[in-house]
């Protein structure tokens, strides 16, 4: 038996589909992505090394050249953190704010969250934001290496992890806070904040711990990773990074590193909490009032304490939601009274580095600063918290890091712009700015003592950046060198005094340490005083280490084999590329970086939701199975996209062809379409229907169709945007010569414009404990127009259509998802709603008993689903309701704490269903509404990449036969 080569090219994309790039079909957690809104349209520079690639607005010298400084080093030290290493040649991608970087294009494709530093699944590109301190880039870039590599050994950290240990709860538990603590190691001010936790009884269990707050269990999870270096082995950690990238699971590696159960370390890490931090208190057992009320405010409301008054009285907090922070009012005998919200971007799965909303409050009043489209908002209001006025900040400041209301009439900032962080003067009326600083140091925090008018501010630079020699960059600083600077806290009069060094870090930091060895003193508490002992144990064990690598070094110490295998290296000069040397720079230009390609089996609509009655028979048509091969380019920042597609049929019908291009540089993006679309049709032969002369048509016919469209799309939120595509279609059935009648029969000809505009919301969002689930909602109203063209008597409809779809978690293996949907269809002629199957149907029927009539007023007709237990035409109108609930249980790693060796088993779901519609061809005056309703099971999940689903539905009751369908959606 000889097979078509269509029917073997779709077995092989069935059987390889992970070899591609990206997949044309849904995936399991797969959502609606957020939309992005970009305010600003920067004048982008590159910076090109062998090392790394770096792309920056202009005027961000200074933060190219620090990057280009520290990039080497600080890559070393996480490479031997990790023993991983950092592969290619990455793009560092610098916005001038971490707020900022939420415009950004980059990944918007993706329906998932992703982690800030934001690593890139195409491209090896690195998304980092600059939030007026260096030594916090310095943190960015480190977590940016830690993630980069993690994704490259294990897969994408929000996504499809390659790893078979990905479901594991311990495992999505460990990964991030594992990312950080590698990044950035366990420092004191972390023992401060797991110490307040502790105490608190954040998590005075494993399984509490492991269900907190996001930022709650991140640095449990360091804490965890500390724990196993200062309990077991120095590099416990790198070792189980190691066996997991042998492809052992979690679970073994850590037995395999500790020699201990996981179940064992949750126990003797608890107790370790223990003998640091001592029993744990309840909230209400400190003595502070004020003290506990935050307590009480992070405990019960996720929510921090930013102001009080003497009797705490009124006060303010702020509360973290989970994409959002709002500011409340509480006073004396009142209900807490909402300020505020400042939204937060839904795809981003981490906060810390976005520090706002911040707040001050003056004697009469309360001054709330954000980012708010693309600029600096203060909102102003009173002391009952009235609303007085809101403004925006001079445009050129990128963020502020901390201010105060001196008074009414000035304020003092640490603000920052184009990579420069300085303390000014702001004064509100006039929009003026007055520098207190100018350099490059990091100036953050404000502490102003009005009664000297003394501003105190916390200041400092990481280290040497080198420069060329003679060299001027943009910053406006002609030297060879940025020296380093000590960060503490210094002290500046108003009126220009010289600055002053209060206190550095370092010497605070050598206070505690010497008060930590002393026997005799007793300042420091014991958790602080634990901690620093273990860091003098570890630090005088790396001294001796790093003086006897030096002295071996000095003394020429390499072995006989290493002398030999190194004698024909290069001994010249290698160029220093951490040295910034401004004529590199260059302006960017609009180039490929991004190309993929992806092949998959495809059923989609694509131009046919809505399709023409006359030029289709009165048959609905039902895309078919096929290969769909397609591939596509886009710019670094993916504001512009090219994509070019082709679908092969899998049986006797023709080919898909289509191009297009997006263009998403501004707020407003579009795309511009062109779609050729080739199908069969077979009609009923009792369905005679004929030409204007009475002659009927052929019984067997091809459709081509010439489709050209332009879209527009525009957000209001990151949830909702309003959307426009104007189209013209051009349809040609042709009728194919099978005998002498049909040879010389016309085809038939038609020319339609299509417009259509929809509102779209969408609040969809995975759940805590299980990504395949949702909880939230989306919905979409919808208004096609269509106006046929060149026809002697032209047609005209429009239709109105509402899809609300619902989804409710009852447990974290159990999701109740509810859909209802309504349309109507009005104007001179109407649209063909007809029902009856599902989406992406493979073995789709029809009912051959319902002939619709070539008379009837119908220019359109378009397929509602789901209507499972029935054939398609089974039901139709030209006004329609249909509602759909379901409720799934996702049986292994859900409902069963089991997981099998199998992927598509651990995924499966099993549900029961019910659908009920009802329709009515309002045209008819005598028709009445006609109803069909059905229930069922269905069992889903993934095979191979692809989503499989069978329903079997029972129409009307038991007593009835049963149908299944099988259809490749979720």
Not at 164 to 183: R, V
Not at 362 to 383: D, L, T
Not at 444 to 453: A, I, P, V
Request: with cysteine.
């Amino acid at each position: 038996m000889k097979f078509p080569r269509s029917i073997i090219v779709l077995i092989f994309l069935f059987a390889n589909n992970n070899l591609f790039a990206q997949q044309s079909v849904p995936a399991l957690n797969q959502l609606v992505p957020a939309y992005r809104m970009p305010y600003h349209k920067w004048p982008w520079q590159v910076y090109t090394t062998p090392n790394a690639h770096m792309y920056y607005p202009a005027g961000m010298d200074s933060v190219c050249a620090f990057t280009l400084a520290h990039y080497l080093q600080e890559k070393a030290i996480v490479e031997k953190k990790t023993g991983m290493s950092v592969k290619g040649t990455p793009s560092l991608i610098i916005y001038p704010a971490v707020s900022k970087a939420y415009e950004s294009r980059i990944g918007s494709w993706d329906a998932g969250t992703q982690a800030f530093p934001t690593i890139a699944r195409q491209g090896n590109r690195i998304i980092l934001g600059f939030n007026g301190s260096y030594i916090d880039l310095t943190a960015q870039l480190r977590i940016a290496f830690v993630r980069n590599m993690w994704q490259q050994s294990f897969g994408y950290i929000n996504g499809t992890d390659i790893r078979s240990t990905a479901n594991e709860l311990d495992w999505q538990w460990f990964k991030e806070g594992c990312i950080q603590y590698l990044a950035t190691g366990f420092s004191l001010a972390d023992n401060d904040v797991l110490y307040q936790c502790y105490r608190r009884q954040a998590f005075p269990t494993w399984s509490t711990m492991i269900q907190t707050a996001p930022e709650q269990q991140l640095i449990a999870v360091k804490g965890f990773c500390y724990f196993l270096e200062q309990t077991y082995r120095k590099d416990a950690v790198k070792q189980i990074l190691f066996q997991l990238r042998k492809k052992k699971t979690f679970a073994v590696a850590v037995r395999l590193v500790c020699k201990r159960s996981f179940a064992q370390l949750q126990d003797l890490y608890m107790a370790f909490l223990y003998s640091r931090y001592g029993q744990a208190q309840q909230i209400n057992d400190t003595a502070a009032p004020v003290l506990s009320y935050a307590d009480s405010l992070l405990e019960h409301h996720q929510a921090k304490l930013i102001w009080t008054n003497a009797d705490t009285s009124s006060a303010l907090w702020i509360r973290q939601g989970t994409e959002s922070r709002s500011v409340w009012m509480q006073q004396a005998g009142q209900k807490p009274k909402k300020l505020y919200t400042y939204l937060l971007p839904s795809w981003i799965s981490n906060y810390n580095w976005d520090t706002y909303p911040l707040v001050q409050v003056s004697a009469r009043r309360i001054y709330i600063i954000a980012p708010e489209k693309g600029c600096m908002q203060v909102s102003e209001y009173s002391s009952s918290g009235a609303k007085l006025k809101r403004s925006a900040l001079p445009r050129g400041i990128d963020g502020i890091s901390s201010f105060e209301a001196v008074s009414e009439r000035e304020w003092l900032m640490t603000a920052y712009t184009k990579g420069r962080s300085d303390v000014i003067r702001f004064l509100p009326g006039s929009l003026k700015v007055i520098p207190v600083t100018n350099d490059l140091a990091d100036n953050t925090l404000l502490n102003t003592d009005k009664s000297t008018g003394t501003i105190r501010y916390y200041s400092g630079y990481p280290d040497l950046v080198k420069l060329k020699k003679n060299s001027r960059i943009k910053d406006s600083i002609v030297a060879d060198t940025i020296k380093g600077r000590a960060y503490g806290w210094y002290s500046n009069a108003l009126e220009g005094k010289a600055e002053q060094l209060l206190i550095s870090d370092s010497t605070v930091f050598e206070q505690e340490l010497q008060a930590a060895l002393s026997a005799t003193d007793t300042s420091l508490s014991q958790h602080r005083k634990t901690w620093l002992l273990a860091y003098h144990k570890q630090k005088k064990t790396d001294d001796s280490i790093a003086a006897l690598e030096a002295k071996y070094t000095s003394q020429g110490g390499n072995s006989f084999l290493q002398q030999v295998l190194g004698s024909n290296k290069d001994t010249g000069i290698k160029k220093d590329y951490t040295i910034f040397d401004p004529k590199k720079v260059q302006s960017y230009r609009l180039q490929l970086h991004s190309l993929w390609f992806q092949a998959a089996i495809n059923n989609d609509y694509f131009i046919n939701r809505l399709q023409p009655y006359q030029g289709y028979l009165g048959t609905y048509k039902y895309p078919e199975i096929g290969g769909m091969f397609s591939s596509g380019y886009s710019d670094i920042f993916e504001q512009h996209q090219f994509s070019i597609g082709y679908k092969l049929p899998a049986g006797t019908e023709g080919s898909d062809f289509f191009v297009r291009y997006h263009n998403k540089q501004k707020r407003l993006d579009w795309y511009a379409l062109y779609f050729r679309k080739v199908e069969s049709l077979k009609p009923d032969p009792r369905q005679a229907w004929v030409d204007a002369q009475g002659i009927p048509y052929p019984a067997a016919a091809k459709v081509k169709t010439y489709y050209y469209e332009l879209g527009f799309n525009y957000p209001f939120t990151y949830h909702s945007a309003v959307s426009a595509t104007i189209a013209y279609r051009k349809g040609r059935t042709v009728f194919l010569a099978t005998d002498p009648y049909s040879l010389p029969y016309p085809a038939l000809r038609e020319q339609w414009n299509m417009n259509t505009v929809a509102l779209n919301h969408n609040h969809l969002k995975p759940t805590v404990h299980n990504n395949a689930f949702y909880s939230g909602f989306r919905n979409k109203l919808l208004l096609d127009v269509m106006m046929q063209i060149g026809s002697k008597n032209p047609a005209f409809t429009y239709g109105i259509s509402n899809q609300f779809e619902w989804h409710q978690p009852l447990h974290k293996a159990i999701n109740w998802v509810t859909m209802l949907k309504a349309g109507y269809s009005g104007g001179g002629e109407h649209i063909l709603y007809t029902f009856g199957g599902v989406d992406h149907n493979v073995n789709g029927k029809v009912d051959s008993s319902v002939l619709f009539n070539q008379q009837a007023p119908y220019v359109f007709q378009s397929l509602v689903t789901q209507l499972r237990g029935f054939k398609q035409n089974s039901l139709y109108g030209n006004v329609y309701g249909l509602l759909n609930t379901d409720v799934y249980v996702q049986v292994f790693d859900g409902l069963f704490d089991y997981k099998t060796p199998y992927s598509f088993v651990n995924r499966l779901q099993l549900g029961a269903f019910a659908d009920v519609a009802w329709a009515r061809e309002t045209w008819k005056p005598d028709a009445l509404w006609q109803q069909r309703h059905s229930f069922g099971l269905s069992a889903k999940t993934i095979l191979a990449g692809y989503p499989i689903r069978l329903d079997l539905a029972f129409p009307y009751n038991f007593s009835q036969s049963p149908m299944l369908h099988f259809s490749l959606r979720l």
